[in-house]
């Protein structure tokens, strides 16, 4: 079995959110392989554990990728400040003899954002709306290399490491067979309120949830990397919830043109053509515009929005929301099925290293500082004793399950194969029974077992 269908064939997708499957990401040749431990968003911490505690196994992980990819950059970029990340990993990297570098990034948001990473470890720029590979590199997340490794040792991705955060004992790491309840892995980081809503992710780009359903619903993925736990009234959900009418009322009407949100936004000072105030001030005209040419002139720009969140969250000194009016005006523009032409040579901005949002400043803003800076190194094992396995945890095609209702199953053998095209494995996490199949995913009962 070759480098890449072992990959494919373990089931691994990229495990900082994306989750593109790695085998596809990985089928090519380029110069840089850059390994993303710059963890993105304030208070998670899972990326700086997995480097502390499993140093060795993400250098082997990152020498097989970067030799499969002929790189002749390999390059682990994360924040100067996580001092003792660095030095497990360089003391991993010693003990190889690798030629390995480690790029120290300054402590801002978005570090982690991989067109941004790619312009500080290598000074190119990718073209608007490309990729990595477009100026010749490949970005995966600490964590996919890690089970890159795995893999490699015949391991299938069927446990997640996350950070749990916020409203609990003390912030945690938590390692769950995939499928398993967030409330299951709430509940064993000891809450210290009972009414919470939780953010699955990062407070930036993370998804909120605050019904009892909802929370109930959820379950563990490969893409899950963190979970905050916070009050119901807390500003970030009472702003998540505003409809997308009542964000373009508060648009219209008190937009002063400061340009803040694009003077601080990482897409424009890496050369893309994206300012949020022009989209603004421009919303009010949007129902007298009727030509395609008119409306990309005035819209067109929204397409390059990466919805990184700072210009709503952070820069805004009226609290209105550039990103979500961009976000809906990319829904208007594919409606009117316009195709908006990208600069394939941007050129970056003399001041991409001068207007960076430092983290902590951001977590201040968002309300998050009595939370942050703490260190999570505790490790618990969940083991629950039934999961609900998603069979599309990535992008592109759902896996089709090869299981049937009443099958037993061990943990590591296939419930779901990758279809066609982009798709990829999904295995069952337990050893158990399979009780339930529907179109989302398989429910196994592990009780007993």
């Known amino acids: 079995m070759d480098f890449c269908e072992q990959i494919k064939d373990a089931g691994i997708v990229g495990m900082g959110g994306a989750g593109f499957p790695t085998h596809v990401k990985l089928n090519t040749k380029q110069e840089y392989f850059i390994i993303n431990a710059a963890e993105c968003e304030p208070l998670i911490e899972v990326d700086k554990f997995l480097c502390r505690n499993y140093a060795d196994m993400i250098i082997d992980g990152a020498l097989l990728a970067g030799k ?14 996580y001092v003792k990340e660095i030095d497990a990993l ?8 690798a030629n390995i570098e480690i790029f120290k990034m300054g402590y801002f948001f978005p570090a982690g954002d991989e067109q941004t990473m790619v312009q ?12 990595p590979s477009d100026v010749g590199c490949v970005v995966d997340n600490v964590g996919t290399v890690l089970y890159i490794h795995l893999a490699s040792k015949g391991k299938k991705t069927t446990q997640k490491l996350f950070s749990i955060v916020g409203e609990v004992e003390k912030p945690i790491i938590e390692c769950a067979p995939i499928g398993t309840k967030v409330r299951e892995c709430i509940d064993a980081a000891n809450p ?49 919830k505003k409809t997308i009418e009542t964000i373009k009322r508060e648009s ?20 893309h053509n994206i300012r949020p105030h022009k989209v603004m001030r421009n919303l009010s005209l949007i129902d007298t515009i009727n030509d395609d040419k008119s409306f990309v002139e005035a819209f067109g720009e929204a397409q390059n929005c990466c919805s990184c969140n700072l210009c709503e969250m952070y820069s805004c000194p009226m609290g209105l ?25 941007p050129n970056v901005s003399s001041a991409v290293n001068i207007r960076k949002v430092p983290t902590n400043r951001l977590a201040a803003r968002l309300g998050l500082y009595k939370y942050y800076g703490l260190c999570a190194d505790d490790l618990i094992y969940i083991k629950p004793k ?20 009443g099958d037993k199953i061990s943990a590591g053998d296939l419930l779901a194969k990758a279809d066609e095209g982009l798709s990829t494995n999904i295995h069952s996490s337990v050893t158990g029974k399979v009780i339930e199949i529907n179109d989302r995913g398989a429910r196994i009962s592990c009780k007993g077992e």
């Open 68 to 81: 499969h990819l002929e790189a002749k950059h390999i390059v682990i970029a994360l924040k100067e400040k």
């Open 90 to 97: 360089n003391k991993a990297i010693a003990k190889r003899k």
């Open 120 to 131: 500080q470890v290598t000074g190119r720029v990718i073209p608007e709306r490309g990729l």
């Open 192 to 240: 210290t309120i009972k009414d919470y809503g939780v953010i699955l992710g990062g407070p930036m780009m993370g998804k909120c949830l605050t019904s009892d359903t909802e929370i109930n619903d959820a379950v563990v993925t490969k893409t899950f990397g963190n979970v905050i736990v916070l009050p119901k009234d807390h500003y970030l959900f009472t702003r998540d």
């Open 252 to 271: 219209k009407s008190a937009c002063i043109q400061c340009k803040m949100c694009s003077d601080l936004c990482p897409r424009n000072l890496i050369g």
């Open 321 to 345: 929301s550039p990103r979500r009016v961009n976000d809906y005006l990319k829904g208007e523009l594919n409606k009117r099925n316009i195709k908006v032409d990208r600069d394939l040579n």
């Open 386 to 405: 039934e999961v609900f396995i998603p069979f599309s945890q990535h992008i592109g095609k759902s896996a089709v399950c090869v299981k049937k209702v």
